[in-house]
């Protein structure tokens, strides 16, 4: 079988809120693109581990659970009423959604969201590895002493790493992109010691060149990308309904109902949990272990 030419990168963190506002979007490009992309994730490290600690870290916390409530205000992702704290580093969580993909790519996706969940719907970022773990307890499918035992190995130590050190590598378009207009337009972040991608970006590379769509883009701007590096997308793909999209991704927001089911209507069969920044629709397996409702991921 012939590799698709086609290779997306989306360089991310599971704790970054421009990154958990992208998911409808991403999840929709990648149902157009079923088959005929490489889609990779680079995890970018949103907080690393020679970050200073914050003076005040209540007084820190009240101020980024301002900052997800503006992001969440443009993206319509759910957010959390207020934050525990802000992370203290993005390492455990990147290095299980790395092992997860040692367990294939549907306990991956699980696995990433529900990190992603311990931020903003939680509210208790995963970012020590006991955190990491009572999150992901009880994800479906998911053989958690593996991931401990995978999380802690040098192969995807060095995959992270590598990951870390891509993403401080943005190439030129990234610096001063097209059309960086908007609440995030994608600009290049600045370091101490030089310059790594806004996340979320998209690199896509085809037979055509390649294309960077940094920041918070629309859903257009993706697809728009993906045709001028010569990939194509099914523009009108067949979307299920809000309950087999449940079965699929085990967790859905408004915004994905109205990207990725038809009509747009919520699941009779999920449970839906609100936030202050909108409803989850949890699936019945997935909300049977969900912290959100078994407070188990303190710690």
């Known amino acids: 079988m012939t590799a698709p030419a086609l290779e997306v990168v989306e360089y991310t963190d599971p704790l970054c809120p ?78 299980a959604a790395r092992a997860a993909e040692l367990q294939g790519p549907t306990v991956a996706e699980r696995v990433l969201r529900r990190l992603r969940e311990s931020v903003f719907v939680l509210g208790r970022p995963a970012d020590t590895e006991q955190r990491v773990l009572a999150c992901l307890r009880a994800v479906p499918g998911l053989d958690l002493d593996r991931l401990r035992a995978d ?36 600009r290049a972040k600045e370091l101490d010691d030089g310059f790594r991608y806004a996340l979320p970006t998209l690199l896509l590379r085809g037979p055509l060149g390649y294309r960077v769509v940094p920041g918070w883009r629309p859903h257009s701007a993706c697809a728009e990308a993906v045709r001028a590096v010569g990939g194509t997308l099914d523009a009108a793909p067949e979307l299920p309904s809000a309950d087999a999209a449940l ?12 990207l990725l089911t038809t009509p747009g209507t919520p699941p009779e069969q999920g449970l839906r949990l609100d936030t202050a920044g909108g409803p989850l629709w949890l699936h019945p397996d997935e909300a049977a272990g969900h912290p959100a409702l078994t407070g188990s991921a303190a710690g």
């Open 247 to 258: 079965e699929l991704h085990r967790s859905l927001t408004e915004p994905e109902l109205a």
């Open 151 to 186: 999380a802690r190995s040098d192969f995807v130590l060095a995959s992270v790493r590598s990951d870390r050190a891509e993403a401080r590598a943005p190439l030129p378009e990234a610096m001063d992109p097209e059309d960086a207009t908007g609440p995030h337009p994608g």
């Open 18 to 95: 421009w990154a958990w506002g992208s998911e409808p979007v991403f999840r929709r490009l990648r149902l157009e693109l079923a088959g005929r992309a490489r889609w990779r994730r680079a995890y970018a490290i949103l907080f690393d581990t020679d970050d200073d600690p914050a003076p005040d870290p209540e007084a820190e916390a009240l101020w980024y659970s301002r900052y997800v409530a503006e992001v969440a205000a443009h993206t319509g992702a759910p957010r959390t009423e207020r934050l525990d704290r802000v992370a203290r580093s993005s390492w455990p969580s990147a290095l």
